[in-house]
Structure formats: C-alpha cells, structure tokens
C-alpha cells in the first residue's frame, strides 16, 4: 500500500475508546489507513510525506456544531469594531473604513457592544458618525443593529414598517423609527443595501434568491465562502455545521466540492419559519435527498424559538429586572410547534432549534417529547442551541429525551469577550445558578457538544477549549467546567455524532476520512491559561493540509 501522509512522533488522541492514544498515523487516498506505534511509522515508502511533530498534540479534525458560513465569510471584509466603545473611538473606525471604501453603498460595521455609547445607540447618534451615507452597525450577537437615517431612509424603514411576530423597528415617540432594528426581518432590507440580500435568506426567510443569481454572482459568493473556510481551516475544522441555510447555500457548496476549493464538510438545514405551512418541508425533504455524500449534506430543519437576551427578546419563565410583566415571547405558538416537532420527526430529519431563554427551551423540549409520543423512539438526536437559561426542572429531561446541548463555551459572559455587565441588566442574580450550564447538563445525560456560532464570537477552537477549562463559577453557581478530554470530544466525536456523521469522522481510527488537526504544542502538559494563545500547526481535510504553519508547509 503507497502511503501518502504519515504523521510520526506524535502524541495521538484519537477519541476512539477502542484504541485512545497512538504514535502515528497513516494515511492514503483520503482515509486513515493504520494508527499506531513503530510499526506504523515503518509504513513510510519513498512517496511519502512525513510529518514529524516532535511531541505535538494530533487530533480528529475539530467539529464546529454550529456556525454561520457564509455570513462569517462575508463579514470578514467588512468593518470590525469589537472592542470599539464610546463615540469618538467609533467615529474614527468610521472615518477610517469609509475611506477605503468610497464607492460602498453600505458602510457595514460587526461588533458593535449593546453599550457601545454608554446609551442605547439612535440614529441620531450614528449621523453624527456619518450623515451623508448609509452606515450600519451589528450587534456581536447578530440579532441587532443599528442604522443611520440614511440608511433607514433608502431601506425604507425611516417610517416604520410592518414585520412578522419577533421582528421589530423600533419606534420613537416622533413617529419614526429610533435607528434600533431586532431581528433578522426587520434590519433585512438595511442589508440588502450592500448588495448581499440573497445571501441573508437562509437565516432571515428560509426562501431562495429569485432571480436565481448568475454564474457571475455565484463566482462572486463563492470567494466570500473560501474566505470563511481558510479562516475555519486555520483552526483546524475540518467539518461544520452551518446553522442557517437554503438550498442555494448548498449549491454553491456543491459547486465548490466539483471545484476542488471546498475544504471542510458542511451540514446546511432548511430554515422553516414561524409563518410556513407544514407542505414547505416538503423543500427540507428534497433537500436531504439532493446533497448526498461525504462534503454537502442536508437532513435537518432550523428553527428559532426566541431571540437573544441583550435585546431581552429570549423568552424567559419570569420577568426581566427592571421591566415588570416582560418576559419576550416564543416565535411559535406550543401546539403549533408541536405539531411541526411531530411533522419533522416523522420525515426522519433532525430538528435544531435556537433557544437561549428559560421559556424557549421548556416549549422545545415539549415539542421534542411530543414527536416522540407520536412517532415513538428512533435515533434523530434532536438538539437545542444555546441554552444560556435553564430551569432546573427541566435538566434531567435533556438527558432523558436524548436530546443533545449545543452550547458555546465562549458565550457565558465574563469568559471571553463579553462582559459580565450584560448579564447583570438582563439575567436576575438569583437565577445565574442556572445560567450557561455545561457539566450539569452532561452529569444528567445530555450528549454535550461544543462550537463558537461564529461570527457571533471568535471561530478560535483553542480559545474555545480554554474558556471551558477556566471558566470561574458565577455568585452562588457551581462549577460548570468539564475536564480536558470531555471538552476535545465535545469538539471532536461528540460534535460528528450529533451530526450523524461519526461514521465518516469524529476519531483517529482505521477506515474513517483523513481529517486531523496538528496542535502546536502539547495540549495535555499547557496550562490551561495558554491554551487559546496556542496555535495549529496544521490541519487536513480527507488528507489534503487546508492550514500549515511555515513549519509544516513544506
């Protein structure tokens, strides 16, 4: 057998319980064909590229269980103003980007902190930035942003407009709209000014361009997807899921697996909205056939229950401090969603649903106990996102129900880049106990896996794992870390089987694709502290390196 790669003084986690630790690997036509000790390193033959790691980490390729592709990718370009706080600071990133970028017809910002200007940003603030373009800015969480007038103006909102339950254009008391726009349907049309409108149907509408976009078009949004991947790829992800989605998200990924330029395997859902009939999953089925494989697949729907506690849209089973009778509200109405769970369920897809408050993932977990009522037990590994406020009833269900945690180890504020203060205005103090739980929800058996929902946060798995391992116990909460090896298969193994895909990668084992992710460094002797200051070395995708440091480019 000619071997192609082979990966020698290594220290292998292979996440295979059959087999956990090894020395090398080998690998051939795209699978891994022998993990061992020294008589797999004897493989070497003179074709084959050796990888000598010198005592380095080697891992499954990471699993990203819930990004957003191709927005992230499209956002690279645009203005980054995280960290970015009071006006003057903003103004000049501003000024800056807008001279870059005359002819833009949307000055686009990512980033923007709920206080960036110590006040709920206006419009008026933001034409004191810049008044004679359209400029707009998001929120970190993605559920939020803010507009000058101009932009407004030609998106047509300036006066309000009517928008689907959950999506709102705020309102002053002079009869026109504030600048603050919440929800994918109502910052929508602020923007489609960048020219970008079609690429947001897949997380605003769950519809398809129409005209369907040109070859010219398509080339065009697929070097923003390239963008997004070689940014995963030094990472060291090898396969996503892409939480938002359409059918044309995956033609265009399945053009790029025809094009050689797709380096990580993506699962794409189809999006149904609160305001669809149950025949539009009829769309998701025809999917799931269509984008078969090893790189493009299907096979489950999206949903969104509520929407995100800085904007105290998260559907919560009390009321938020300091706005009595306040609770947000789910996006689908119990039996409605129910019905839909059972609808889903019985066509053999999975269903993922977006739930931060306490309210949404109870009225989640019902409509998941509902379809298997209905359609009895069958190995669809439904799963919630999120999670960021659970009541304590309701923790033992996850594990009984089988139905798997897809948190963000980088979300709990105070942890990585957002601040405890938004968690003080939004979240009672004496509920922080059951705020951003982790190892109680896997001690009460639900299957736990881990991802960034990048662009949201930082895609960086190794900040990831150190925000797991170091994350200091909020007031009167206990401990929610899990150890070093539960947090590489939350990122690894765990994250392929909540995606049906462990029989494809996930592990380091015999016959499984050639996706490997080489650490710089040891990850087991770091401190944990150093963990998300350590590098990837190199990262290959079904053998092909899609990352290498000057190192291991040769």
Known sequence: ??????????????????????????????????????????????????????????????????????????????LQIGGVMGFEALKAAFEGYAALHPGAPLLMAQGAAYGILGAPATRHDLDRVIADRPIAMMAPDHHTVWANTAALRAAGLLQGAVMPHGHEVVMGADGTATGELREFEAFGPVLALGGEAHLQLGIATGGEPEPWPSAAQRARDKDKIAAGLAHCAAHGITSMVNMDGNRYTCVLLREMAEEGRLTARVKVPFHFKPHMELAELDRATAMTAEFTGEWVTSGFVKMFMDGVVDSRTAYMLNDYPGVPGHRGEPLFEPERFNEICVEI??????????????????????????????????????????????????????????????????????????SLDSMEAVMPRDRWPDAYLCRTLAEHGAPLVFASDWPVTDVSVMRGIQAALTRVPYEGAGDERVGLQEVLRAYTVSGARAAHCEGLTGMLREGLAADLVLIDGDIESLPADRIGATGIALTVSAGRPTHATPEFAA
């Open 345 to 418: 369920d019985r066509r053999g897809l999975q269903i993922a649903v977006h739930a931060i408050g306490d309210g949404a993932v109870r009225q989640t977990i019902d409509g998941f106990e509902a379809a298997l009522k209905a359609n009895g037990a069958h190995d669809m590994r439904h799963r919630i996102e999120h999670i960021e406020l659970i009541d304590r009833a309701d923790v033992p269900r996850l594990g009984a129900l089988g139905i798997t945690a897809s948190v963000q180890p980088p979300h709990a504020p105070g942890v990585m880049d957002f």
């Open 1 to 78: 057998m000619k071997i192609d790669l082979l990966f020698v003084d290594a220290k292998v986690l292979t996440m295979d319980d059959a087999r956990p630790r090894a020395e090398a690997v080998a690998v051939a036509g795209g699978r891994i064909v022998a993990v061992g000790g020294a008589e797999v390193a004897a493989l070497a033959g003179p074709e084959t590229r050796v990888v000598r790691c010198g005592g380095r980490t080697l891992l499954p390729g990471f699993v990203e269980s819930h990004l957003h592709l191709v927005l992230g990718g499209a956002e690279l370009a645009q």
